[in-house]
Nanobody, 119 residues
Framework: QVQLVESGGGLVQAGGSLKLSCTVSGKIFSVNDMSWYRQAPGKQRGLVATITRGGTTNYVDSVKGRFIISRDNANNTVCLQMSSLQTEDTAVYYC?????????????WGQGTQVTVSS
């Protein structure tokens, strides 16, 4: 069974930093694209950043220059380093990954981790 386990959320003041981590575990062959999404109260879930297996990254405009996505392919881990946090960044952050296993390619979600930025 494939699981995505996130950690690193919490409460931080505006201007501060947080680092989120997500590890894919289970019987898997490989992990392709890994992403972070977020969902603020009353809003739809939206993409924050994506990183390919080869390391190509893509960010939503609102976090460019402030957030950095990275991954460790050997440990099937993706991280999101968040800096210069703003109150608008408050949301539940979800890890997402395209995983190849015995069942073929499937997309999986983590359980979410709360990030709260206070003014």
């Amino acid at each position: 069974q494939v699981q995505l386990v996130e950690s690193g959320g919490g409460l931080v003041q505006a201007g501060g930093s947080l680092k989120l981590s997500c590890t894919v575990s289970g019987k898997i062959f490989s992990v392709n694209d890994m992403s972070w999404y977020r969902q603020a109260p009353g809003k739809q879930r939206g993409l924050v950043a994506t990183i390919t297996r080869g390391g190509t990254t893509n960010y939503v405009d609102s976090v460019k220059g402030r957030f950095i996505i990275s991954r460790d392919n050997a440990n099937n881990t993706v991280c999101l380093q968040m800096s210069s946090l703003q109150t608008e960044d408050t949301a539940v952050y979800y890890c997402n990954a395209d995983v190849y296993n015995y069942s073929g390619k499937r997309n999986y979600w983590g359980q979410g981790t709360q990030v709260t930025v206070s003014s």
